[in-house]
């Protein structure tokens, strides 16, 4: 466990992609850099893994409930990254709530660590550790300790993929309303002991299958309704000034690049079926 963590914290301050996390906190007043380099990994060490008695690790654990009530962290996750769906599920909303005739805002969503902060304090403020969730998948994961997607560093997106069972799919259309048709797969075989344990935490398929078959019926409607000839028409209405990313989020009723799918909760569900059903076909990356 110790060295995991060790190994994770330097892995995370000599990330590149990471390190613009770290930028663009100190750009809002957040010196997280101190909490996660090396000042923090000499601590860890000179404390030998035994986090939980350190005093240091009891004032950081008393100042989290203050710093996650902080204008600049909400802000940080909610208007700087852009989330606004859950990181672990991509089902339900993971957004800021805007107070009544104020600027202040609060969290509309929750911030789960990664490594709990009972077993890792000196992680508890990093926002390497910090992952914004829904209460469902916070709640779900609460004293787990199987390894599951770190989505700062696994690209669940890339790695997994929704997909259907047409056999299945069929019985559904034909009225069999109790039928599971929706799966979820794994991409990469490298990954396959994180995406048992999340399937086995977060119950993605019990979930997408609980709650959203209705999504795929309405994508194989518009599968039918938006033909070539329907989407020219829509597109020639000039006024509109519709370019052709915006032309799919209106067949799709959401967000289809792959930069996009934390903006908008199922952008992956739909992403990944409107591709298997030809409703679109895989776009290249472009401007957000
Ligand atoms: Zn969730």
Redesign the pocket.
């Known amino acids: 466990m110790c060295c995991w963590t060790e190994t994770f914290v330097v892995g995370q301050a000599t990330n590149n992609g990471k390190k613009e996390i770290i930028l663009k906190a100190n750009a809002i007043g957040l010196d997280f850099e101190k909490l996660v380099t090396n000042k923090s990994l000499l601590e860890l060490k000179k404390m030998n893994c035994d986090f939980g008695t350190n005093p240091i690790s009891k004032n950081i654990l008393n100042y989290y409930t203050n710093y996650r009530g902080l204008t600049a962290v909400r802000n940080f996750y909610g208007k700087d990254l852009k989330i606004k769906?859950?990181?672990?599920?991509?089902?339900?909303f993971?957004a800021l709530l805007k107070n009544k005739n104020s600027s202040v805002s609060k969290l509309g969503f929750q911030l789960d660590h990664y490594l709990a902060k009972d077993d890792y304090p000196l992680l508890a403020l990093s926002l390497y550790n910090l992952i914004p969730?829904?209460?469902?998948?916070?709640q779900?994961k609460l004293n787990s300790k199987l390894e599951i997607f770190y989505p700062y560093e696994d690209d669940i997106n890339k790695i997994t993929f929704f997909d259907l069972n047409e056999e299945k799919l069929i019985k559904y259309l034909l009225g069999n309303n109790s039928i599971d048709f929706i799966e979820w797969k794994l991409k990469n075989d490298t990954y396959k002991e994180k995406f048992k344990n999340h399937q086995k935490i977060?119950k993605i398929e019990q979930l997408y299958n609980a709650n959203f078959k209705d999504i795929i019926k309405e994508l194989l409607n518009k599968q039918i309704i938006y033909n070539d000839s329907r989407v020219d028409e829509l597109s020639n209405l000039s006024f509109l000034n519709i370019d052709e990313n915006m032309m799919e989020r209106i067949k799709l009723g959401n967000y289809t690049l792959d930069e996009d799918i934390n903006k908008r909760p199922l952008s992956k569900l739909v992403k990944d079926i409107s591709e298997r059903l030809s409703i679109i076909t895989k776009i290249a990356p472009s401007k957000a």
């Open positions: 769906a859950c990181l672990y599920c991509n089902a339900q993971s969730v829904c209460g469902n998948c916070n779900r977060f």
